[in-house]
């Protein structure tokens, strides 16, 4: 599980979007209260540790595989 709060952590900035290649993400501070829940409740566990890397918001959770 605390690996993945630190993938969720990593979000993409827009700044380094040149230099990285990722699109910058914006989290809200509610959207990662809401992750962080449900990471908690055990409620994301079916998601592999990549699916929390630069995804952004939750609504994006899943779309990587």
Same mark, same amino acid.
């Given at each position: 599980?605390?690996?993945?709060?630190?993938?969720?952590?990593?979000?993409?900035?827009q700044?380094?979007?040149?230099?990285?290649g !990722?699109?910058? %993400?914006?989290?809200? %501070?509610?959207?990662?209260?809401k992750? !962080?829940?449900m990471?908690?409740?055990? %409620?994301?566990?079916?998601?592999t540790?990549i699916?929390? !890397?630069?995804?952004g918001?939750?609504?994006?959770?899943?779309?990587?595989?």
């Amino acid at each position: 599980m605390i690996r993945r709060f630190q993938r969720f952590e990593l979000q993409a900035f827009q700044v380094t979007e040149v230099f990285m290649g !990722y699109a910058g %993400k914006l989290v809200n %501070k509610e959207n990662i209260i809401k992750v !962080y829940t449900m990471l908690m409740n055990g %409620k994301l566990d079916q998601q592999t540790e990549i699916a929390f !890397y630069m995804v952004g918001p939750i609504e994006n959770f899943g779309k990587i595989k």
